[in-house]
């Protein structure tokens, strides 16, 4: 194992814990509260979840009960409360019930808090020795693959406790796609509408297509009496299915980029006016319809000229 540790929750489970602040030493500021998350956490909670330490220093053994209450706070809470100051050594008060006055000791790099769609929160990270934790949850690095621990941490347990019960165990990956099920089921219904309108379009540009290719015929057979090729009626053919689908583009492109940003939310990974998905969605609509158009095309390039001219 590479590292061990805990936490009073456990990161990206859609669960918060914040407590009211308040900054004592702020002149103009007696009384007024602010809000920010916490999290009580072990030792070497941040060499283990992989939380580099940005300023100050970690929470040492000499961090107990008896010592002065001590807080290490991440990028979003200095920005927050302390934008043109050094936020080491500052003091807060935590309204919690204990009446604790927290020396900031560290700041360390913003991560994921309760959601990873979520920005990041001012987050208050308070040492295990010096507050009294409920349930926890245990963090373990290891080169192993991590479920393959399982087995051994649950003997590690059962030697400590053999009544202390331990569940959900599972690694941070399945933790994330868990906290975006939602999403992820959103994606696939999405996903599926999008494929039935490609799939109707597909079918409605094939109908007009023919349609009008049908209702040529004459115009076409003409036109090959005269000496066109097979190549230039085909191409006629779908340069006027390419004309339908640029229009729909030309309409159906910024009305897309517009009604992206009421999606904004539901988002991870991917910007609204994302350029690649963009052109991989305007690509594929351009493919379906050179395939719809492609039968009617080629049927109207195999027509008899001679056939073509005796109708009507």
Not at 92 to 103: A, N, P, Q, R
Not at 178 to 205: E, K, P
Not at 215 to 220: A, F, G, L, N, V
Request: net charge positive.
């Amino acid at each position: 194992m590479r590292g061990v540790t805990f936490s009073s929750l456990a990161l990206i489970s859609n669960t918060t814990s914040s407590e009211d602040i308040e900054f004592l030493d702020r002149a103009g500021e007696a009384g007024q509260r602010h809000r920010s998350n916490h999290l009580g956490i072990g030792d070497d909670f941040f060499r283990t979840m992989n939380i580099p330490l940005l300023l100050g220093r970690d929470f040492t053994a000499a961090d107990t009960a008896d010592s002065q209450p001590v807080g290490i706070v991440n990028e979003a809470f200095a920005r927050q409360f302390f934008p043109r100051e050094n936020p080491l050594g500052q003091t807060f008060l935590v309204h919690d019930g204990s009446g604790c006055k927290i020396e900031i000791v560290g700041v360390c790099r913003d991560a994921k808090y309760s959601h990873v769609r979520a920005d990041v929160p001012p987050i208050m990270y308070l040492p295990q020795r010096q507050r009294a934790l409920g349930s926890v949850c245990f963090e373990v690095r290891s080169a192993l693959p991590p479920l393959a621990l399982a087995p051994a941490v649950r003997k590690a347990v059962a030697s400590l406790d053999t009544n202390l019960p331990l569940s959900r165990i599972r690694t941070q990956e399945q933790q994330i796609e868990q906290s975006l099920a939602a999403d992820r089921l959103f994606a696939l219904l999405g996903g599926a509408f999008a494929l039935l309108a490609v799939l109707l379009s597909c079918i409605g540009l094939y109908g007009l297509i023919a349609y009008n290719a049908a209702r040529r015929t004459r115009e076409i057979g003409l036109r090959m009496a005269l000496g066109a090729t097979r190549r230039s009626v085909a191409g006629s053919i779908l340069c006027e299915a390419m004309r339908l689908v640029l229009i729909g583009l030309g309409v159906g492109v910024p009305v897309a980029l517009v009604l992206a940003r009421l999606i904004k939310s539901h988002l991870y990974g991917v910007a609204p006016a994302d350029p690649v998905t963009l052109v991989a969605g305007v690509a594929l609509l351009i493919a379906v319809a050179l395939l719809s158009a492609w039968i009617p095309a080629r049927r109207a390039a195999r027509v008899d000229p001679m056939a073509a001219l005796r109708q009507e």
